[in-house]
Nanobody
């Protein structure tokens, strides 16, 4: 079992930056690949970024070059820069028990954080 607790998020103007954190407990954190997803009202959950146990990363096209995923001990961080109104969503961190994979489908992730709201005003 992995428990994921998120922090960060909030309201920011377009062009601004935010940082999301997700702290894991339970199963050894290094055994998992970690991902971030987001869901805007009326839309399907969207892949944002993932990082495997070995530091390899992968990003969704809509955030590439603006968002950065990183891991520090038992925490995974999403740094979000140059935010746009279209980035407004509830953001979720997630853990994939296959630590080698960088999967974009939410079906692959067994454990989820509680979600945190990010709102970008124009």
């Amino acid at each position: 079992q992995v428990q994921l607790v998120q922090s960060g998020g909030g309201v920011v103007q377009a062009g601004g930056s935010l940082r999301l954190s997700c702290t894991a407990s339970g199963r050894t954190f290094s055994d998992c690949s970690m991902g971030w997803f987001r869901q805007a009202p009326g839309k399907e959950r969207e892949f944002v970024a993932a990082e495997n146990w070995n530091g390899k990363t992968y990003y969704g096209d809509s955030v590439k070059g603006r968002f950065t995923i990183s891991r520090d001990n038992d925490t995974v961080i999403l740094e979000m820069n140059d935010l746009k109104p279209d980035d407004t969503a509830v953001y979720y961190c997630a853990a994939d028990a296959d630590r080698n994979e960088l999967r974009v489908g939410d079906w692959a992730y067994e454990y989820w954080g509680q979600g945190t709201q990010v709102t970008v005003s124009s």
